[in-house]
């Protein structure tokens, strides 16, 4: 079965930029009609749409992270990684991936997650 591993740094500095990878093993990036997305949730908040890439590599944002964010991905490794730059302690969260078929933007619409990785933004 398709299974979705998060991994990247669990603290950063505020101004810098965190890099976020999924692994996704069981199933393929590109096979329609899956959508793939990073989704957060802040200490004592909702989970949080942030964006996500489609099965034939077009990206959509959360209108509030577009201009900070980008999403990509590597079809040989079966990654795609989440890059929000600009840090601030108000982007310490917990952040998932999760897969959907075709674009969700609300999380309960998502039925597979990775375990998620706590992300403390700090000096």
């Known amino acids: 079965q398709v299974q979705l591993v998060e991994s990247g740094p669990g603290l950063v500095k505020p101004s810098q930029t965190l890099s976020l990878t999924c692994t996704v093993s069981?199933?393929?990036?590109?096979?329609?009609?899956?959508?793939w997305a990073w989704i957060r949730q802040p200490p004592g908040q909702d989970l949080e749409w942030m964006g996500g890439?489609?099965?034939?590599?077009?990206?959509d944002y959360s209108p509030p992270l577009r201009r900070r964010t980008s999403i990509s991905r590597d079809t040989s490794k079966n990654q795609f990684t989440l890059r929000p730059s600009s840090l601030t302690p108000e982007d310490t969260a917990v952040y998932y991936c999760?897969?959907?078929?075709?674009?969700?933007?609300?999380?309960?619409?998502?039925?597979?997650w990775g375990q998620g990785t706590q992300v403390t933004v700090s000096s």
């Open positions: 999760a897969k959907a078929e075709g674009l969700r933007t609300l999380a309960n619409d998502y039925d597979l």
């Open positions: 890439i489609r099965y034939d590599g077009d990206t």
């Open positions: 069981g199933g393929s990036l590109t096979a329609s009609p899956y959508y």
